[in-house]
């Protein structure tokens, strides 16, 4: 058998996140394994980077499988890119060592969070950004917020799961917030991140950057170990999973 | 009464065109006027710069209505775009001379036909490029078709309907055939196009590219006046109307 290192994009609006479900639900990694089962003939299962959750979309998510050597790389990518959904693209697939696992072998990622904070919607990336006229947000706000963010802390006030037993510690190694027109990014690179974790931290810094937290309170939040300490979730449709590092 | 002169934006995916139908369906036309009849308490008329037809797109759309005096630029934009629809957004609205009409001023337009000739899926913008993967596209014979079209010309071989009464005279001013990464775009400027007319021109300019039209027959093809001579007409989502001159 050989192992495979494949780059997928997904459009995220119409599934139940990355992973398989045990309740079900249509997910793209059931999807992709789906097109992989069919091509080989046997059960191929496919390992992902990590979870996206549902509505999240994904530039750069990455996914190993292993299959009989019969099978060409530029097979394997057209055969998968004609019959995966519309919203599901395999941008390569490439041999890959057999120790590598795109789960355990993960050294960083990438993540943007997209913000429409303009009164005109985006008719044409709506799905993509959120469309926030709550309020007008001060970016340099959310800068100066986003500083204490770097390092190495315990973002269990920023997980979604509450009752998680596993560590809640994360390094986090850039935050940059960024303007181009009326669109707001965030993109947050880090070695890993919890349930939800970067929905929390934008709601957080959206927070900041309407003047309801004060940039400086950003440590005592970390602190407190709190979900209640932390911002709203921002809705997962803004986000975007850009890349992940080996 | 005071006349106002939009600029609009949309997703035509939904709707049945620009202009509303004596049949029926939705149109991006009977949208916005239901909406300023809604604000104004009486019926609006909303004159577009011309047709475009079901499932085309809009970046820079031009309307034209008159309304009483009472409502402010501000007011106007901003309660279009809290009642309309997410996929149809006002960028601008400002008072415009009463002389003003959407359809009669203008002095031309510009569309984009956007093709993705790869064998991946691009997932985030399906719905706004056609994604063409039956041969490969050589863009520099596009081009040279492409010169043959510039001018004053009778476009009738390039008409949708071929029982249309009026004149199907036409002046195109500029046609460029663009290739950035897998994507190839054209853009056609001229001082306005039948019906179909740029998915024709377009089905057209790819059966060149792949080889089954040479380049040089154009002005024959021109001549015939004969829809049959042309190419098949490329499908409405691949097309934006950018903007209108006036």
Known sequence: MQNFKAIIQYDGTKYNGWQIQRNGGVTIQGKISDVLTQMVGNQVDVVGSGRTDAGVHALGQVANFLLPEKFSTPYILNYLNRYLPEDIAVVSVEKADERFHARFSCKGKTYRYRINNS?????????????????????????????????????????????????TVRTITEVSVNKRDNEIYIDYTGDGFLQNMVRILTGTLIDVGIGKIAPESMPQIIETKNRAAAGFTAPPHGLVLLCVEY
Not at 121 to 137: G, L
């Open 119 to 167: 009164l005109i919607p985006n008719v044409f990336e709506r799905k993509f950004i959120y469309h926030y006229t709550d309020a007008v947000i001060d970016v340099d706000r959310m800068r100066e917020a986003a500083k204490y963010l770097i390092g190495k802390h315990d973002f269990m006030s920023f997980c979604g799961n509450q009752h998680i037993k596993k560590s």
